[in-house]
């Protein structure tokens, strides 16, 4: 698991962290110096200021501590400061990443948000394999009528997963199609109910009302409902993810978020400003464009693959 991990996250691993081990090796002594300029690299590699600031602040206290004099030693610090700050920022993501898999209510009702292209679909695709692998029956709901296209390719992946779809035509009401599709989650006796909507911007007002229509029809049948709301986000866009995430997060209140494309980008480090300043946690990473892509976020594992 780690080990391909390590190799998806190879470009932000040529990218940042690269940057810090050339830097640690070009300059052997620690002082004010060195700290700057890591600090550089921190914030030029999406980890946001405040971010970069406190992990820093947090080496430094630790180098001074112990008196460390050799750069080549303040790596293990950087590494423990990183899982620190997104363990203490990120309790839920911490303590078991996929709780969510494992949760005993039933049919457990997860709606998927988010911009266009970010990989909704895609995700609960992935999503739904995983919980199917657990045992757990999938029923997924095409609430996504805006184009035909979205329609196939939720079945496609459906498909690929061997679960279950509620579907209508193209053009549908997306709550109805939502609203039946829950209501034959209950009939159906199933576990789990993963409901796609459509992209939309987070500045679209009428289509950020539509998002809330589709929550409040859920809450009718089951009171709960959805219990999840994840908010898909493109680890490529960098901090403009951030500001989807508050408008979304302030919308239909934002459970977890699923960071997807980190495998094609060196913009790894924006995990650290999500979870730092939007305090929101992440729950699953995409890695890649398969089925078995997908992986629940554990803070540890994350940060030894970034060094690795
Ligand atoms: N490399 C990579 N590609 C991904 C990942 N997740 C999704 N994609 C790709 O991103 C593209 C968009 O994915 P979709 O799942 O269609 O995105 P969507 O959010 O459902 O799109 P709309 O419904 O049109 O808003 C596809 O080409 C996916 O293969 C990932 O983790 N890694
Ligand atoms: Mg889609």
Redesign the pocket.
Known sequence: MVKTLKQKLSKTRAGFIGKVNALIRSQQDINDDLFDSLEEIMISGDLGVDFSLKLIEDVRKKVDELGIKKSENIVRFIKSAMVKTLNSNCQSSVSDPGALLKSEIKPYVLMIV?V????????IGKLAAMYKKTGKTVLLSAA?TFRAA?LE?LEIWAERAQVEIIRNQPGADPASVAFDSLKAAISRNVDVLIVDT??RLHTKSNLMEELKKIRRVLAKLLLEAPHETLL?MDATTGQNGLNQARQFAQAVGVTGIVL?????TARGGIVFSIVKELGIPVKFI????KLE?LEAFNANDFVEALFA
């Open positions: 988010g266009n292209g970010t990989g909704k679909t895609t995700s996504d979205a390719q459509a992209g898909i997807t494309k980190l495998d094609g995409g890695i890649g464009e892509d």
